[in-house]
């Protein structure tokens, strides 16, 4: 066959791959996920491992069985405590009328509106006011958020084929750590194997320390700001819904500190709307941007050097670049998933492509880290 049939006949069974992954995309979804979870649960399995009962170790089921029940127990014991108050806070939240709260801060706002046209920022015949509540209107709507939240309750019974899919699958990858690497070869030529399996070994290491990471970096930012907000005299429950929404919008880089803090700001504005604004609301406004800029601090200096030098081991303007290219093909998603994405690629590259120049730049922090 020569070099034109090759390329084509390639070509096609790329396409028939693509098109298997996107028509069983909510299958190889559940793999995922599984495997994601075989990571967090590999720690676990790990100190069980070194347990024994009368001299004799655990066996490899019973170790993954444990594993598992004690990520579930986690995740449930997590959301059967938080669920409840957020919810609640949701539905106080969808209570208050913007508009009330922008008749609340009149002289706030004519302070600015003043300021604003004398540096000619805003026309004269502008008002900020009423420009604030048809902004606000358009892009804040609490009662779809807690819609949201509510049809995702209703749909709980739709949803158990998918967790016991993935609790399936996550039990066996715990119990044969080498299960998923040889659903690879099934579907890889045999010439490759030695390095897929190196590639495989590389990259299951890395992302687990990266996930692991990931989720203690959410939970300390979470409890950080709670306990922040709570000192300088938030209630505990808006403490509680702000800390969740800020720990997880941190997974998204760089935007999803502003987004959260942005969230935390506009709930202490309106769960006060009822008293002073310079004497009450601007100081617990102030109190709150220094608890989200301490907890930024700690997330940016402590936090994600460790997570992102155990594990990615990239430069910082590396990252950046590919965080910014991702997000500009698929927006939020494309962030949160830029890193991890782009550590498999490296990978990869540098199993199968170590002999160009450019490849050995791009892998050479992987080749230091180990």
């Not at 409890?223 to 209630?235: E, F």
């Not at 998933?337 to 170590?354: C, D, K, M, Q, S």
């Amino acid at each position: 066959m020569n070099n034109i049939g090759k390329y084509c006949l390639g070509g096609f069974a790329l396409a028939v791959v693509g098109f298997l992954c996107w028509y069983f995309s909510s299958i190889i979804a559940y793999i995922l996920i599984a495997v994601i979870i075989s990571f967090l649960g590999r720690p676990v399995m790990n100190c069980l491992e070194r347990l024994k009962v009368k001299g004799v170790r655990l066996p490899e089921g019973l170790r993954a069985a444990i594993a598992l029940v004690c990520i579930w127990v986690v995740f449930i014991l997590f959301f059967y405590t938080v669920i409840p108050l957020v919810s609640q806070e949701f539905q106080s939240l969808s209570d208050i009328s913007i508009t009330n709260i922008v008749n609340k801060f009149e002289d706030p706002l004519a302070d600015l509106e003043q300021g604003l046209k004398r540096f000619g920022i805003l026309e004269p015949d502008q008002d900020v006011k009423e420009y604030i509540v048809t902004n606000l209107k358009s892009v804040v709507d609490v009662s779809q958020i807690q819609n949201m939240f509510g049809s995702l309750a209703g749909t709980i019974s739709s949803i158990f084929i998918a967790l016991f899919s993935v609790t399936f699958m996550a039990f066996f990858f715990l119990k044969d750590s080498k299960l998923f690497y040889r659903m690879l070869l099934t579907v890889i030529p045999t010439r490759y194997g030695e390095g897929v399996g190196n590639a495989l070994d590389s990259i299951q290491k890395l992302l687990m320390r990266y996930f692991i990471g990931i989720t203690f970096e959410v939970l300390i930012v979470m409890g950080l700001n709670i306990l922040g907000l709570t000192i300088v005299g938030l209630p505990f429950n808006n403490a509680v819904l702000i800390g969740l929404i800020t720990g997880i919008t941190n997974v998204i880089p760089y935007i999803g500190p502003l987004i959260g803090a942005a969230f935390g700001l506009s709930v202490g504005i309106a769960t006060n709307v009822d008293v002073d604004f310079y004497t009450v609301v601007f100081p617990l406004l102030v109190y709150m941007s220094i608890v989200f800029i301490i907890t930024q601090l700690i997330d940016n200096v402590v936090l994600q050097p460790l997570i992102y030098g155990n594990s990615v081991h990239a430069h910082p303007m590396e990252i950046f670049l590919v965080i910014l290219i991702a997000g500009n093909l698929a927006g939020i998603p494309g962030m949160i998933l830029a890193i991890p994405g782009y550590t498999v690629l490296r990978v990869i590259l540098r199993e199968f492509f170590n002999k160009y120049k450019l490849v050995k730049s791009l892998t050479k922090g992987l080749e230091d880290g180990k």
